[in-house]
C-alpha cells in the first residue's frame, strides 16, 4: 500500500533511512533522507497523513545514514551521517539545525545501533563500514569530539566486517546481545558486551543488511532485515 509519494519533492526519486520522531519532539512525524550525492542534499518530513515536505537541508553533499533514538538517553534526536572517508556524525534539532556531534569515523554507511541499556549501557553504536571497525558514543559525548572505539570487539571479532548492527538488552532476543551482520560471511552473528562473538544468528542473507530489532509491539519477538546489493563505489 503507498503510504506517501515524494516523487515532486525528491530529486532522482531516491529516499533511504526512515527515521521515526518516537517522543514528538519533532512533531511525531517520518523523516527520510535522500541521499543522492547532489547539493543540497535533504531531509524530508512526512505525516502520518503520508503528506511529505522538506524539513531541512543536510550539511553537506553526501547524507549516507539517517537515524533517531529510539530509546531517549540522546533527547529522542535525529542524527545525520555526512561524507566519505573520516566522517562526521550530526545532531540534527526540531529546529533543522545541524551540529557537529562525533567525528572520526571511516566512512560511515553502516548502521547505528542505540542501547536500550544493560551491560552495553546507553551508548549508540556506530559501524564504520570501511575499516571493519564499531565505534561507541555515550549520552555525554562532547559535541564535535571523535568517537570511542569499542574497543573489546576490534581485539576479538576475527575478520569479521560488521555492516547492519542491532542490540537486545532483554527480551525474546536475549539479554545483552549485539546482533552484527558480517558483510564477509553474508550471515548475523551474536556479540556480548567484552566484544566477543558467540555464535551465528542466520546466513544466508542476500547483500549488505540492515537489521531491525523491536522491543515492544506486535513485532516484539520478529527479528527483521532488510539485504541490498551495494551501491557502485561503495
Not at 503510504?3 to 518516537?22: R, T
Not at 547524507?63 to 529522542?76: E, H, M, R
Request: aromatic fraction near 10%.
Amino acid at each position: 500500500t503507498l503510504f506517501a509519494d515524494l516523487s515532486g519533492l525528491v530529486p532522482f526519486d531516491a529516499v533511504f533511512w526512515p527515521a521515526f520522531d518516537h517522543f514528538g519532539s519533532y512533531g511525531g512525524a517520518l523523516f527520510v533522507d535522500d541521499d543522492n550525492n547532489v547539493s543540497p542534499d535533504r531531509i524530508y518530513r512526512v505525516t502520518s497523513s503520508g503528506t511529505g515536505s522538506v524539513f531541512t537541508n543536510g550539511p553537506g553533499v553526501d547524507n549516507d545514514v539517517l537515524v533517531s533514538d529510539p530509546v531517549g538517553a540522546f533527547g529522542g534526536s535525529l542524527f545525520l551521517h555526512v561524507g566519505q572517508g573520516l566522517a562526521t556524525l550530526y545532531k540534527v534539532t526540531p529546529a533543522g539545525a545541524s551540529t557537529a556531534f562525533a567525528t572520526g569515523i571511516p566512512d560511515l554507511t553502516g548502521q547505528i545501533a542505540f542501547s536500550p541499556g544493560g551491560a552495553f549501557g546507553t551508548s549508540m553504536y556506530i559501524v564504520g563500514e570501511s575499516n571493519g571497525r564499531i565505534y561507541t558514543a555515550a549520552p555525554g559525548h562532547v559535541a564535535g569530539q571523535p568517537a570511542s572505539l569499542f574497543a573489546g570487539f576490534q581485539a576479538n571479532s576475527g575478520s569479521l566486517r560488521p555492516g547492519g548492527i542491532a542490540i537486545s538488552d532483554t527480551g525474546p532476543f536475549g539479554t545483552d546481545v549485539m546482533y552484527v551482520m558480517d558483510r564477509n560471511t553474508l550471515s548475523i552473528v551474536t556479540v556480548n558486551a567484552s566484544g566477543h562473538t558467540t555464535g551465528t544468528f542466520a546466513t544466508g542473507l542476500s547483500g549488505v543488511t540492515v537489521i531491525d530489532l523491536p522491543h515492544t509491539g506486535d513485532f516484539a519477538s520478529t527479528a527483521r532485515w532488510c539485504g541490498a546489493r551495494p551501491r557502485s563505489g561503495r
